[in-house]
């Protein structure tokens, strides 16, 4: 089996470094998702859009991806992890058991099942997850996510459709060394929470209308920290554990802030004028997003717009609309654009 070899990623909170220590490729699922209509055989009208939207494309993934891995995050994934196994090609479907909080016991829970994953991926592809390539891996997975932090990108737009391994990072990461941000001038500076799927849709109707999206909070993997192991001592899977469960040094989307404060340190420190949050039909995750954040608007002292995404999850002519007078009512707050 080479490094040719691609799996596909549907959630944020399995570890990536596990499948590329193992010299595998990944993609991101929801990157491949750009333009599409959902499909109706397995999920009702009313119900996921994201997971509708892979159902119409298994057939295709299928021809990309040897396998997936999916996480137990909500009822529609449990249900599209299904599909899958009756409906797909793949070699490889998998649904690894995540913790839905964060503490000492679920860190060892999750490092118990995650060397599980590993060992299950060893004997359907033979390659083992060594100590070693598992270190390499975190370090430059690190490196990969700090780049994209300290540039003010999100991994989704700039390698999209692109797969990843641990013999490219380096070369990804350069590229977003030397990639030239589009100056922005004084525009003000949005933050979008909860995109998942068209993401460059709504940055161009934002662009288009006048402000920027300044930073992205999504549950793609954009916000990780750094995950942190001694290479002599320490356990690389209980770190991984740690880290991808610790929401203080981990992931980090809305409903798992623990704290309002550091949703205000980040509208302050990344000088935030105005928070878009978006919703999507039938999707209780992003229903509760938005109630957390409504609750806290007078603290975070920034204007506020809730979107909810059509059937396509694209930026609608009636969006870009409410876009355009959100921002309009963002640059004349205090005069400070006009």
Not at 109 to 133: C, D, H, I, N, T
Not at 220 to 228: A, F, K, M, R, T
Not at 289 to 304: I, Q
Request: glycine share 6%.
């Amino acid at each position: 089996m080479t490094e040719k070899t691609i799996v596909g990623i549907f959630d944020n909170v399995i570890p990536v470094e596990i499948y590329h220590a193992a010299n595998l490729a990944t993609v991101w699922i929801s990157d491949s998702l750009s333009n599409s209509l959902p499909g109706i055989d397995y999920f009702p009208t009313q119900s996921c859009l994201y997971c509708r939207s892979v159902e119409k494309h298994i057939d295709r993934l299928s021809a990309s991806c040897r396998g997936v891995i999916f996480a137990n995050t909500c009822t529609s994934m449990e249900k599209l992890y299904e599909i899958f196994l009756r409906k797909s090609a793949m070699d490889f479907v998998e649904m690894v058991d995540v913790p839905k909080v964060a503490s000492e016991a679920s860190v060892y829970f999750y490092k118990e099942r995650l060397k599980s994953l590993a060992v299950k991926m060893e004997a359907q592809y033979g390659l083992p997850v060594e100590k070693e390539s598992l270190h390499e891996a975190i370090k430059l997975n690190n490196k990969l996510r700090n780049t994209l932090r300290g540039k003010k990108l999100y991994r989704s737009l700039l390698l999209k459709d692109d797969p990843l391994s641990l013999s490219n990072i380096k070369g990804k990461i350069g590229r977003i060394e030397t990639h030239e941000e589009k100056h922005r001038g004084d525009r003000p500076r949005l933050l979008v929470m909860g995109a998942r799927i068209e993401e460059a849709s709504l940055a161009k109707a934002v662009e288009q209308e006048g402000a920027c999206v300044a930073v992205y909070l999504t549950d793609n993997g954009d916000s990780y920290n750094s995950i942190s192991v001694d290479e002599n001592t320490g356990d690389p899977f209980e770190a991984l554990a740690r880290g991808y469960l610790d929401i203080g040094r981990g992931r980090r989307t809305i409903t798992e802030l623990p704290d309002i404060k550091m949703l205000r340190e980040m509208v302050v420190n990344e000088r935030i004028d105005g928070i878009v949050t978006l919703s999507y039909p039938y999707c209780a995750r992003t229903v509760y997003d938005v109630a957390w954040v409504k609750k806290h608007r007078e603290w975070l002292d920034v204007p506020m717009l809730n979107l909810q995404m059509d059937n396509t999850g694209m930026a609608s002519a009636g969006l870009r609309n409410r876009i355009s007078a959100f921002i309009e009512m963002v640059e004349a707050r205090e005069g400070k654009y006009v």
